[in-house]
């Protein structure tokens, strides 16, 4: 017996006005902070992250995007690891090579 699952989408966030021109977002450089938080880093010509958007959706208030600047180097398609910043909840990225001396680069939310 086939499986009748009806799959609705819902538009949570459009990213059309946020996005400079040639920016691109992959999924694994959007990280979940909490429920109603994601942080997202675009991609310039889909290898060098530019920037970070905070995105903030909630039912209960309006959609507020906070742009951040981009790291100080230039970073191509680094890996991403999440960090628990003392107990305390995710608030720093760590940013795994990306150039040529392979430096790892952390983000954080308090800056």
């Known amino acids: 017996m ?27 450089y959007i990280v979940r902070l909490n ?10 010509e889909s290898k060098k992250i530019t920037r970070a958007l905070l995105v903030e959706f909630s039912p209960f208030q309006e959609l507020n995007i906070t742009k951040y600047p981009g790291p100080p180097t230039e970073l191509f398609r680094p890996g991403v690891c999440h960090q628990l910043h003392e ?5 720093e990225v760590i940013f795994l090579g ?3 001396k392979l430096v790892c680069h952390k983000f954080s939310l308090d800056t």
């Open 98 to 100: 990306g150039n040529d």
């Open 35 to 44: 429920t109603y938080k994601i942080i997202v880093f675009p991609l310039l």
């Open 87 to 91: 107990g305390k909840g995710l608030n």
């Open 2 to 28: 086939a499986n009748n699952i009806e799959f609705k989408a819902n538009k949570l966030v459009d990213f059309e006005g946020h996005l400079e021109e040639g920016e691109i977002i992959l999924p694994h």
